[in-house]
């Protein structure tokens, strides 16, 4: 499967389970430069807070893997994921996780304003540049930072000015562009208001595959310097690699991590079944793998252990860090609170780590196939 169908595999499962409340989209007017890969328009769905939630705010930036050429964006530019020209007017939210409106089942953020950012970009709401890209006769845009400046604009004017709590949050792609622009979009808030981050699934490691070869170094370099992206990712991390020529390593969440100065939550698999696929290159499934590949996976897992060391270095910081077999969990009701490291369930370790409450507020998985509490939902 490619990485492009995975993406939206994914993306079915995650927005057509347990249906709840509709978002509505809102598409960006006059966008200027902040336009998707084919020119159209951005836009999110949006849904409103109420109660004592109307002035708090969750706001997901939506995943779906990256565009790594300019072949391979002029086709992304003609889906979903590429243009806002077949979205539909409404978007039935997921009844689970963070975006639940059920107070039983979401006790925390039930009654929150929640925003759902398209993503249609293809380089993580980071890239920028001037003048579109000519591939095949077709214009190609990246603006992917413009778009997430224009987005965060429009939602201001909705009201997230007069925000008192606001949690970043994203899977996938929008998983690794919460830790890219964290920092960011914080500083367009006062100081007065609680700003927290959550990233789902998305500390991209950089590993080698099968074969000895570090794929993922290769494809993210790709999509930093095609889409430019040195403008639109932390500022302290860029200035940190400018002098050994290394900015791109600024694209992936274990070289930025350390840079990153808001307080933010990591939630990942330790085995992502995504990162097995497209940077580990095996095509099973533990364990179901020959021993060669069972061998590979469990180095990879080493691997992933030992770049994901900056995760538990900073006492702001909290992370729920699983053995199971997924990618991407905050928004699918199982995983985010059936799933358990020592006792606890993501939405618990993340509302301790928020809220301050008692209880562990980082924890970290036993090495697979220990954890009883996953369940094969892949």
Not at 114 to 127: L, P
Not at 131 to 140: A, F, L, Q
Not at 350 to 370: H, L, Q, T
């Amino acid at each position: 499967m490619s990485v492009l169908v995975f993406s939206l595999a994914l993306s079915f499962l995650v927005y057509n389970t347990e249906c709840s409340r509709e978002g509505k989209l809102v598409l960006i007017e006059n966008p200027g430069e902040a336009v998707c890969l084919d020119g159209s328009p951005p836009g999110y769905y949006f849904r409103k807070g109420f109660g004592s939630g109307v002035n708090s705010w969750v706001v997901h930036l939506q995943g779906g893997a990256w565009c790594y050429n300019k072949k391979d964006c002029l086709a992304r530019s003609r889906s979903y994921l590429g243009s806002s020209r077949d979205w539909p007017q409404i978007m039935i939210f997921n009844n689970a996780g963070m975006f639940s409106d059920s107070k039983e089942k979401n006790p925390d953020f039930y009654n929150w304003n929640m925003a759902q950012v398209q993503y249609c970009d293809g380089a993580s709401f980071a890239g920028y540049v001037e003048k579109p890209v000519k591939v095949h006769g077709t214009d190609i845009y990246f603006r992917g930072f413009k778009i997430l400046q224009a987005i965060i604009q429009s939602l201001m004017s909705k009201g997230m000015k007069n925000a008192q709590e606001f949690i970043l949050t994203g899977c996938s792609a929008g998983g690794l562009a919460t830790y890219l622009h964290a920092d960011y979009i914080r500083s367009l808030f006062p100081p007065s208001v609680k700003y927290r981050a959550i990233s789902d699934a998305g500390y991209f490691i950089d590993a080698p595959n099968k074969h000895g070869f570090k794929y993922m170094r290769y494809l993210f370099k790709n999509v930093f310097y095609l889409q430019n992206c040195s403008g639109g990712v932390d500022q302290d991390c860029i200035a940190a690699y400018e002098s050994t020529h290394e900015t791109w390593k600024c694209f992936m969440a274990q070289y930025t991590y350390r840079y990153i100065s808001s307080p933010i939550f990591t939630l990942n698999s330790m085995n992502d079944i995504w990162q097995l696929k497209n940077i580990l290159g095996i095509k099973c499934l533990p364990p179901k793998c020959t021993e060669s590949d069972m061998k590979h996976f469990y180095n990879f897992v080493e691997n992933f252990n030992k770049a994901s060391e900056p995760i538990f270095s900073l006492a702001k910081d909290g992370a729920f860090l699983d053995s199971c077999l997924i990618h991407c969990q905050a928004l699918i009701s199982i995983p985010w609170r059936n799933f358990f490291v020592k006792g606890q369930s993501a939405s618990t370790t993340f509302s301790n780590w928020y809220f301050n409450r008692d209880g562990s507020k980082s924890v970290k998985d036993c090495k697979y196939p220990c954890n009883k509490s996953c369940k094969s939902i892949v």
